[in-house]
Nanobody, 121 residues
Framework: QVQLVESGGGSVQAGGSLRLSCVAS?????MGWFRQAPGKEREGVTH????????FYANSVRGRFTISQDNAKNTLYLQMNSLKPEDTAMYYC?????????????????WGQGAQVTVSS
């Protein structure tokens, strides 16, 4: 069983930056971030193989968002720069102990509580 505790988020104007953190309680093979805006489906933002550090990004955030990890602290980060109003959503930290490399939310067994990110124009 893996517990994920998120922190960060908040409100910012377009062009600004925010950072999300996610502390994992146990072993993970893969970690990442999903987001969901009101009235829209969940969207995979980025994920990483926690062992190799290989990372993957959605086209909508590539070049603006950066996923990173501090293995000593079992912590995953999402640095979000050049934020746009369309980035407004609830952001969820996700993890799985067996699978990675997928954008389907159903393949991630563990989810954080969510962190709200609001970007105003």
């Amino acid at each position: 069983q893996v517990q994920l505790v998120e922190s960060g988020g908040g409100s910012v104007q377009a062009g600004g930056s925010l950072r999300l953190s996610c502390v994992a309680s146990g072993y993970t093979y893969c970690m990442g971030w999903f987001r969901q805006a009101p009235g829209k489906e969940r969207e995979g933002v980025t994920h990483t193989y926690t062992g190799s550090g290989s990372t993957f990004y959605a086209n909508s955030v590539r070049g603006r968002f950066t996923i990173s990890q501090d293995n000593a602290k079992n912590t995953l980060y999402l640095q979000m720069n050049s934020l746009k109003p369309e980035d407004t959503a609830m952001y969820y930290c996700v993890a799985d102990t067996r699978r990675c490399g997928t954008w389907y939310w159903g393949n991630y067994a563990y989810w954080g509580q969510g962190a709200q990110v609001t970007v105003s124009s």
